[in-house]
């Protein structure tokens, strides 16, 4: 992991290209414009992709921009799922480095310049990722991501056992060239297109950087953090779990319906461990949107079931969110 420093005066200049998906973002996406005109990397441009928002979104987006230069909007005429808006965002830039990020994310104002900062001290780099702070619908703290610590060793050893590689996808810069090169984010992975685009650019032996800086506030929305929301998370990540594999022998990649049909066949007791573990990670994102509620003993009820479900799990998350 490289050395984090927060002097970034000698940041040098790179022009970078927000990328920026919304769809019924309506209630979020005037704050998530304005933490990128508020940057204090001031060289950028903005690539807003609506993808077939029926409750207004492309009116409040068209109004916080007209007569800007730097922006660009795009309205597809109907919803194509996350893969295809971020694949379509990507495409539309026309800078060398794009920064990711969602409607309901909030840019922190020196998240352009720490990730260059990182970028100049790792010139070979090609992703940089850094971390960010959950918050509620309310924008209320819930803690921060977990250090994803990947040297070359750890990325080797995740793709020989086709271990998914978890990055934020929000405030991670990309090479441009690179990403499109590898085949950018597929429009059948939506829901975890960046989980899957990690994956194989690390099979390509692209540079990766990761540091401690917070870069992005990261909204959890209801669906995020209910054992339903859990369980979705489950299997799209086995799924790309199960692609990475069919990748290291040269097979064909598993379509999601045919995934499905293998999913379901599990073994009773691999259904039982499972929902043991993403029920647990759904009760402790629910705990601590209960502490800020003011929701103490339910807080603490969540809490105490969710270490029940999975201890080490819970203990790790714990350590990591303290982690600065």
Known sequence: MPEFRTDLRECRAVQV????????????????????????????????????STDGTPEVVSSRVAGDSRVHVEVLPFNQGTGASSQKALEMATTD??????????????????????????????????????????????????????????????????KPIGLLDPGTLLHRPTVLGAGGYRREFSGVEDCDLWGRLAERRVPIVTHAGVVVRYRLHAQSISSGGGQRSAFLGEWVAACMRARRVAVVEPSRAEFQRLWDARPAWKKVLMWREYTSRALYRQAGQMALDGAWARSAIALGAAALLAPGYVARRLVAQLVR
């Open 97 to 162: 480095w794009c920064l990711r990020m969602s409607q309901d994310d909030v840019l922190l104002p020196e998240c352009l310049e720490m990730q260059l900062k990182v970028l100049e001290a790792n010139p070979g780099a090609r992703v940089v990722s850094g971390r960010g702070i959950y918050i509620n619908e309310a924008g209320r703290a819930l803690g921060r991501t977990a250090v994803t610590r990947l040297s070359n060793q750890e990325l080797e050893r995740r793709v020989s056992e086709s």
């Open 17 to 52: 290209t927000v990328v920026m998906t919304t769809c019924n973002g309506r209630r979020f996406v005037a704050e998530a414009l304005q933490s990128v005109f508020g940057q204090t990397h001031s060289d950028w441009r903005l690539v807003v992709v609506d993808d077939g």
